[in-house]
């Protein structure tokens, strides 16, 4: 009997064992469970458009439980990172293409786009040029490998959003094969050679410019935006513009990029959250105040006062 006693007491240890271990595990994966506001996700941002991604997120989760991780690449880089199912959520600079909407619509997912902001490719040069004016057909002419006034169009990456956006413009895809085209590994590398290269033209992405990170900040003081003709404007029209709030929300700026956040996670997760926050009130103003230009303004409250005390 006392063995057997003994043999019931372990039975019963060990599924008070197995319980505890049970009830242990579920509450660790719904600590770690998804939902728009709580758990963990990764997302793929294209790399010229980190700086307002980054400080959406921080705005994000500092009200939040949410945990994203960003991972930065060219934007080539993120669209196959969502075509090979390596990500469910990415934010580009551009709209996908039929052929990878195609690709796709296998999931049989409808994904949830979100449109936030507006950006823009914006050409560098050095503080001690003369020229601070360029004639977008130049670039598109050193882009087809015609003679062209630039001596050196310089892309932060072959496979970047910014060689894409002037591939389509000059219809080339020439992945900046041509004499006078050259291609760095970085934005960071892009404004330090046109610092250095008074000849040279930068091309690198408007919100590197305007919120680089503070060891950059000395760096992009050496250099000056250009003000851009557009090629599409009429013969008579010698104006130039600035990749600047008003002249992306005119159309003047030839060169703008509509940047939006892709969800294909097919359920209510961090991407819906995080995308409804960037879309919303407080997103919008983290928008407006970096220089970007967003899809919709927020909201001004004025306040008027009878009385105004002078003292």
Not at 77 to 84: D, G, P, Q, R
Not at 110 to 138: C, G, H, M, R, Y
Not at 253 to 258: G, I, K
């Amino acid at each position: 009997m006392k063995k057997l006693s003994n043999y019931r007491l372990l039975k019963v240890a060990g599924v008070f064992l197995i319980i505890v271990t049970v009830l242990i595990c579920c509450k660790k994966s719904g600590e770690d469970a998804e939902t728009i506001l709580e758990g963990k996700a990764t997302f793929y941002v294209d790399e010229s458009i980190l700086p307002i991604i980054e400080d959406e997120l921080a705005v994000f989760q500092s009200d939040y439980r949410g945990r994203i991780n960003l991972v930065a690449k060219p934007e080539s880089e993120v669209v196959n990172a969502l075509l090979s199912d390596k990500t469910a959520v990415v934010i580009l600079s551009r709209s996908l293409s039929v052929s990878e909407k195609q690709t796709l619509a296998k999931r049989q997912i409808t994904p949830k786009i979100t449109p936030f902001a507006v950006d823009a490719v914006a050409f560098i040069t050095n503080t001690k040029s003369k020229d601070t004016l360029l004639d977008l057909q130049e670039a598109v002419n050193l882009m087809q490998g015609k003679a062209s006034k630039i001596k050196q169009l310089v892309f932060e990456n072959p496979n970047s959003g910014t060689v894409n956006t002037m591939n389509a413009l000059a219809k080339t895809d020439n992945k900046t094969k041509h004499d006078g085209i050259y291609s760095m590994h970085s934005a960071l590398e892009v404004i330090d050679y046109v610092a250095k290269n008074p000849d040279a033209v930068g091309v690198v992405g408007l919100n590197i410019l305007l919120e680089p990170e503070s060891q950059w900040q000395e760096l992009v003081g050496s250099v000056k935006v250009m003000a851009v003709r557009n090629v599409k404007n009429a013969k008579n029209d010698l104006n130039h513009y600035k990749p600047n709030q008003s002249n992306l929300a005119l159309g003047l700026y030839p060169l703008r990029r509509d940047l939006q956040m892709l969800n294909f996670q097919g359920a209510a997760g961090l991407g819906m959250g995080f995308a409804s926050f960037i879309a919303g009130e407080r997103g919008q103003r983290i928008i407006l105040k970096s220089g970007l230009l967003p899809v919709r303004i927020p909201s001004r409250n004025i306040t008027i006062r009878k009385d105004i005390n002078t003292k």
